[in-house]
């Protein structure tokens, strides 16, 4: 596996991007298949619920995950444009965390059949950027990167 690519272009963004081996529209599907999510989001010990997913701009989103230990980690907020196999741009608010949900990007581009899906999230400030940057956000969406590729390694393998 092979982590992510983690940067911080600006004072309020963070930059994560990870290359798979897999076609866009594949990368896709998978990503925004709200039956699919619970396979590869959050920690591999988590058990994770997809609440609502309503994708399309203006819809909500709502995402929870439970640890073994009981710790519980809730996840919302809602679509803002949708241009399939392109462009995912969303909310992103975690209870207990952000006053102000923050706005990710997800581009997903492909270059000789391997997708590389780049996610830049914008805070309102510094601080709510290092914040987030403070609770593990990174070692999370390694894992979460890392799991979804073994779930397109399990899809590929099936075609």
Same mark, same amino acid.
């Given at each position: 596996m092979t982590g992510i690519d983690l940067t911080t272009p600006s004072d309020t963004e963070v930059?994560? &991007?990870?290359?798979f081996d897999a076609p866009r529209d594949l990368v896709w599907r998978l990503w925004t298949d709200a039956e699919r999510i619970p !396979?590869?989001?959050?920690?591999?010990?988590?058990?994770?619920? +997809?609440? %609502?997913?309503? $994708?399309? /701009?203006?819809?909500?989103?709502r995402i929870s995950s439970k640890g073994q230990d009981g710790a519980e980690w809730l996840f919302?907020? !809602?679509? $803002? @444009? +949708? !241009? /399939?196999n392109e462009l995912l741009v969303w909310t992103f608010g975690y209870e207990g965390m952000t006053d102000e949900p923050l706005v990710e990007s997800l581009r997903f581009e492909e270059h000789d059949g391997r997708t590389t899906l780049v996610s830049t999230s914008t805070f309102? %400030?510094?601080? &709510?950027? @290092? &914040?987030? $940057?403070? %609770?593990?956000? &990174? @070692?999370?969406?390694? +894992?979460?990167?890392?799991r979804f590729e073994e779930l397109l390694e399990r899809e590929l393998a099936r075609a």
């Open positions: 930059r994560m &991007a990870r290359t !396979e590869y989001w959050g920690w591999r010990d988590s058990e994770t619920i +997809v609440h %609502t997913w309503d $994708l399309r /701009p203006g819809g909500a989103w919302f907020g !809602e679509f $803002l @444009d +949708v !241009e /399939p309102e %400030t510094r601080e &709510a950027r @290092d &914040a987030m $940057l403070d %609770t593990g956000m &990174a @070692d999370g969406a390694a +894992v979460t990167y890392d």
